[in-house]
Structure formats: structure tokens, C-alpha cells
Nanobody, 113 residues
Framework: QAQLVESGGGLVQSGGSLRLTCAGSGFTLSDVIMTWHRQAPGKAREWVAAFAPGGATFYTDSVKGRFTASRDDAKNELYLQMDNLQLEDTAVYYC???????WGQGTQVTVSS
């Protein structure tokens, strides 16, 4: 049974950094398209980044240059390094197996001023 578990969220001051981890089980992350999404309070869930099986990465404009997705195939984990965090980055962050539409439970990121 495919599962995803996110971790690494927390409270950080504006301008700070966090690294989110998405641990996969029941399937191989490197075989599928993996995506990161976020949902801010009162807003719809939005796509943040994608990581293709071959290693190509894609980002929504608002995080380009600040967020970096990476993958550790040995650990079957996906990461989202988030630098220069801003107040508007506050949200619950989710990883997704795009191919199977499997979601993790999410991890809260709160950016304070």
C-alpha cells in the first residue's frame, strides 16, 4: 500500500529556512512524478513544485529561486528546501505521488514576522 509521510514543518521567522521531507513507502519515488502542494488558511490547495523521475524540477513562480526540490533514492525520500521564507508561505504543505494521486497527511509551516 503506497503511503507518503511529510515532516519538517514548524515555526520560522521571515527570511528563515526549513527543509521538508516526504518519506515514501510501498512504491519507488524515482519511478513516478512527485509533487509538492500547499494550502493556506481559507485558500485552495496550490501546486508548488514537481520532481520528475529523470530529475527535472519545476516550480511555481512565487517560489522560484527560494525553494529547491531534491530526492534521495536510497532513502526513498523527497525534500523541499525552503529558503528566504515569507509570511505568504505559511500553509500546510503536502507531497503527492502524481501518478497514483496519493497524498501525505501534510505538515504545517508557519512564517512569523
Amino acid at each position: 500500500q503506497a503511503q507518503l509521510v511529510e515532516s519538517g514543518g514548524g515555526l520560522v521567522q521571515s527570511g528563515g529556512s526549513l527543509r521538508l521531507t516526504c518519506a515514501g513507502s510501498g512504491f519507488t519515488l524515482s519511478d513516478v512524478i512527485m509533487t509538492w502542494h500547499r494550502q493556506a488558511p481559507g485558500k485552495a490547495r496550490e501546486w508548488v513544485a514537481a520532481f520528475a523521475p529523470g530529475g527535472a524540477t519545476f516550480y511555481t513562480d512565487s517560489v522560484k529561486g527560494r525553494f529547491t526540490a531534491s530526492r534521495d533514492d536510497a532513502k526513498n525520500e523527497l525534500y523541499l528546501q525552503m529558503d528566504n521564507l515569507q509570511l505568504e508561505d505559511t500553509a500546510v504543505y503536502y507531497c503527492q505521488n502524481f501518478d497514483s494521486q496519493t497524498w501525505g497527511q501534510g505538515t504545517q509551516v508557519t512564517v512569523s514576522s
